[in-house]
């Protein structure tokens, strides 16, 4: 199976949590808070909306991809914008990818995990719960994780955490770390002839409001959030990476790494086409289960 048949694929969903999800929350709401994405994908997102304006940019909600099974690997997209949930502006949902892994990990069909990803990450929101369900399905069997193109950011903090990571070429990986964007709109309400009052009950409660003065405090305070985010995110990649302190900080500058450059930096094992790591997953399958196998057999010498 090729990268093609992956992305023309029509995958299934369930339909009722899909529905129940769409309930709890809205679209825009999953795109509030502290990001982890690549930056110049953002702003030609966001330079893009401004000029065509939502109804011309997005034509219709898509279903996320969840997974696909090639024999006994299972292939988990991670494609695109990434999101907590269903959103008309991203195509991967943290929620779909999360119960992909673990009914891949669950199903004894499955041999091993593939995670193809071709992302610039997305919203920090359900990043660290999806990277978990990863590091968990490793414990159970291989995973590997397959960059095609672009690994940045959310969607490389999820990559991190399985076994090994491989990637074409061209392929680009890391812009490591978190960013919040608030813009002081007070001096055109100003200029409007508007004055924004905010009634509350602390000092950083609204403080953020559009038109309101960003006080340094308020500054102060999401610099902070952004920084413990960030922690997570960095200690993740420490961990799953085996990362001395003097290399995991020249990767977490905010850089794409590109092609061997990734693999000089640690950031990625190897290069390789598609198929060349899917073959190698095949083969660890079958080393495993020789291996089980011969533990079988040494476990039930004893009984003998």
Known sequence: MNVNEIRSMDYHAEDGERAMA????????????????????????????????????????????????????????????????????????????????????????????????????????????????????????????????????????????????????????????????????????????IRVHVVSTGPHKGALVDGVPIAPESLAELQSLVNKINGFFTESVRKSRSMSAKMLEAVTDGRVFVGQDAVGVGLVDQIETFDAAMSRLRRAIGTRRRETRKAALSLADCFR
């Not at 219709?60 to 099974?69: F, G, H, I, L």
């Not at 999806?130 to 959310?154: F, I, M, N, Q, T």
């Open 22 to 193: 769409r309930t709890r929350i809205g679209c825009a709401a999953r795109h509030f808070g502290p990001w982890a994405v690549l930056p110049r994908w953002a702003n030609e997102f966001v330079a893009t909306l401004r000029a065509v304006g939502e109804e011309r940019l997005i034509v219709a909600e898509r279903e996320s991809p969840t997974m696909v099974r090639s024999n006994e690997i299972a292939i988990v997209p991670i494609h695109g914008l990434m999101s907590k949930g269903d959103s008309k502006f991203s195509e991967a949902s943290t929620v779909d990818i999360r119960r992909a892994v673990r009914e891949a990990a669950a199903d004894d069909a499955v041999g091993a995990i593939m995670l193809h990803v071709d992302s610039p990450g997305g919203s920090v929101a359900g990043v660290q719960d999806l990277a978990d369900d990863v590091r968990s399905a490793g414990e159970r069997k291989p995973v590997h994780a397959y960059v095609e193109d672009l690994g940045a950011s959310a969607a490389y903090w999820v990559a991190s955490q399985a076994a090994s990571i491989s990637m074409n070429r061209t392929g680009e990986a890391g812009s490591i770390g978190v960013y919040a964007v608030v813009e002081d709109s007070s001096g055109r309400a100003e200029a409007a002839g």
